[in-house]
């Protein structure tokens, strides 16, 4: 079943704009992960965020984290083509697997 | 250090084979888990693995099975495969039991067609 939904489904933008994608979960969490899927390759870890955390950062990468409304953020900075992918959020929680949302694609034209 | 590697990355297979795939997964790391990815579900858990034990497993019938060796590296096999079992399987492993709560690091998953 999916934890995660992530929020829009699809998202077009052009390069240097910037990118904000959410995820809103169901149940406790222990942390919640960002992961990017390229073409049906395999998923690339980018941020993972701590039931205690409030915010992250990565390079061009913010990840916020709202406990109480049960929801994250992803925001892409300054875009690039390369950006091009899909987005998943998933949850975690001890004792169990992470749970993957349906992901968001993100679309960046130059 | 090498990333996790999965074998083969492209399968075609008729309905009512089984198939194994492998995974190898970083090296130190004791936690494997597997995930089918299709259009229609996304990703959905199938098992973890630690320490040659099958720990957490999802909501997939008995057809799909797996298992864990000594080195960590795990084999997970699907018998009687039917044509819904098409999808990309992707390995996972991270350093502790429970990936769930660390990092946990991707293969570039292996690509099963069923005819």
């Known amino acids: 079943s999916q934890q995660g939904e992530e929020d829009p489904q699809a998202l077009s933008i052009q390069e240097g704009e910037n990118a904000t994608m959410n995820c809103s979960y169901k149940?406790?969490?222990?942390?919640l992960q960002w992961y990017r899927q390229n073409s049906g390759r395999g998923l690339v870890h980018l941020i993972l965020?701590?039931?205690?955390?409030r915010e992250k950062h990565s390079g061009r990468l913010r990840v916020t984290l709202d406990t109480s409304k049960k929801s994250s953020s992803l925001l892409i900075t300054a875009s690039r083509a390369a950006d091009t992918a899909s987005y998943f959020c998933?949850?975690?929680?001890?004792?169990?697997?992470?749970?993957f949302g349906k992901g968001t694609t993100l679309s960046v034209s130059s | 250090k090498a990333g996790v590697t999965q074998t083969p990355r492209y399968l075609i297979k008729t309905r009512g084979q089984q198939v194994t795939l492998s995974c190898s997964p970083i090296?130190?790391?004791?936690?494997v888990s597997w995930y089918q990815q299709t259009p229609g579900q996304g990703l959905q858990f199938l098992f973890e693995?630690?320490?040659?034990?099958?720990?957490n497993k999802g909501n997939f019938p008995g057809r799909f099975s797996g298992r864990q060796f000594s080195n960590s590296r795990s084999e997970m096999n699907v018998s009687t495969l039917e044509l819904g079992d098409s999808a990309l399987y992707l390995c996972?492993?991270?350093?502790?039991?429970?990936?769930?709560?660390?990092?946990?690091?991707f293969g570039p998953g292996t690509r099963l067609t069923v005819l």
């Open positions: 965020i701590r039931s205690n955390e």
């Open positions: 149940t406790s969490i222990n942390n």
């Open positions: 998933a949850t975690g929680q001890a004792g169990t697997a992470l749970i």
């Open positions: 996972a492993s991270s350093l502790v039991l429970g990936g769930s709560t660390d990092t946990q690091y």
């Open positions: 693995y630690f320490s040659e034990t099958q720990r």
């Open positions: 090296s130190g790391h004791r936690s």
